[in-house]
């Protein structure tokens, strides 16, 4: 069972956290927010309306998730009240524990998410390292990884962009993940991914080391301003057939973008290229084309704004040996990463989308250092 010890930690992280929150100012904030919903006229810009509604909806969340996390303290310290009488049970004080800090740990790591972009969306693209089927084939596992890592958090996925293996897996994939806060939570899988098993690809059953790139950047809302220059974009369309192309039709419907990007600080150009597949719909295509330019884009601004250009240049390393974040050696039961060195052996656990702890372990570490 628990001791008293740990009650009194849980009671001190919660009232730091309600101190960190401001949650009594809060109360006030959202009191006052709630009065502008009331004029007459406040639907009558919709956009502006609606950025009114998700601020007080951000509000209540902290309050009402603050509020629940107040009555399970009050619940756990009657509890321990009680099983002097033994109307409770050491497991069922247990269990209620076991609730509480949950709670408390998800509400501590959110709130290290103050960035603009931490509230968004996230356009996640893997591709394959070399080494052919066996790279291509751990680039398929990681998207089914990062897949059913959103369904477990119910995040709305979308694949924007598949492009299969020669034999087997995929060569690349783009993958949009919409939900509230996914861009800040995903960021810590921007990287390289290493792969160590024997290869069912390989006739002699050696051991085999494979990669695969993870690049991750903000889905962009109505929210944010992006300037995007008309003259500097042209389009071109395709059939979306191919191998994995049977549930799209034959027309063309698939959109190929392409921006010619001058960069406002440098002054440095580059062409970026992006591919749209999603639906059946040319022009819907299109309009998920311009979404995934915008997310480049702000993406790019932010790396100017945060001045990190010397660690996204760190970031270009080869897709081989040295550079990767986080190894999975499967052999070994053994998912390490590099940069926090928290580790598991539950690998299948982690292949099933459980990555919760190294989120945890990365933000605990350097969303600090973010400002």
Known sequence: MITQEQLKE???????????????????????????????????????????????????????????????TEELVLAFDF????????????????????????????????REEDKLGVVLKINSGAGGTESQDWAQMLMRLYLRYAEKHGYKTSVAQLLEGDDAGIKSVTINIEGDYAYGFLKSENG????????????????????????????????????????????????????GGQNVN??????????????PYTGEEEEILIENTETRDQPKNKENAMRQLKSIL?????????????????????????????????????????????????????????IDDFIKAYLMEFAGEEG
Not at 223 to 229: H, K, M, Q, R, T
Request: hydrophobic letters at 35%; glycine letters at 4%.
């Open 10 to 72: 849980a009671q001190e992280r919660g009232e730091a956290l309600k101190r960190y929150l401001d949650i009594d100012s809060k109360k006030i904030e959202v009191e006052e927010e709630e009065l502008r919903t009331h004029v007459a006229d406040f639907w009558d810009d919709r956009e502006k309306a609606e950025a009114q509604m998700k601020k007080i909806k951000e509000l209540h969340f902290w309050i009402d998730s603050y509020v629940e996390l107040e009555k399970l």
């Open 250 to 263: 034959k027309v063309e419907s698939g959109v190929r973008l392409r921006y010619q990007y001058k960069d």
């Open 298 to 354: 702000y993406d790019k601004e932010l790396k100017h704004r945060m001045e990190e250009q010397a660690k996204i240049e760190a970031g270009k390393k080869k897709i081989e040996w040295g550079s990767q974040i986080r190894s999975y050696v499967f052999d070994d039961r053994r998912v390490k990463d590099h940069r926090t060195n928290y580790q598991t052996s539950n690998v299948n656990g982690v292949m099933d989308g459980e």
């Open 83 to 114: 099983l002097k009488e033994e109307l409770v049970t050491e497991e069922e004080i247990d269990d209620l524990y076991g609730r509480l800090m949950d709670k408390l740990e998800k509400l501590e790591l959110r709130n290290m998410l103050r």
């Open 192 to 243: 390289v991914h290493r792969l160590v098993r024997v290869s069912p690809y390989n006739a002699q059953g050696k051991r085999m080391t494979s990669f695969a790139s993870v690049f991750v950047t903000p889905l962009v809302d109505d929210s944010i301003e992006i300037n995007v220059e008309p003259a500097r974009i042209s389009w071109d369309t395709f059939r979306s057939g191919g191998a």
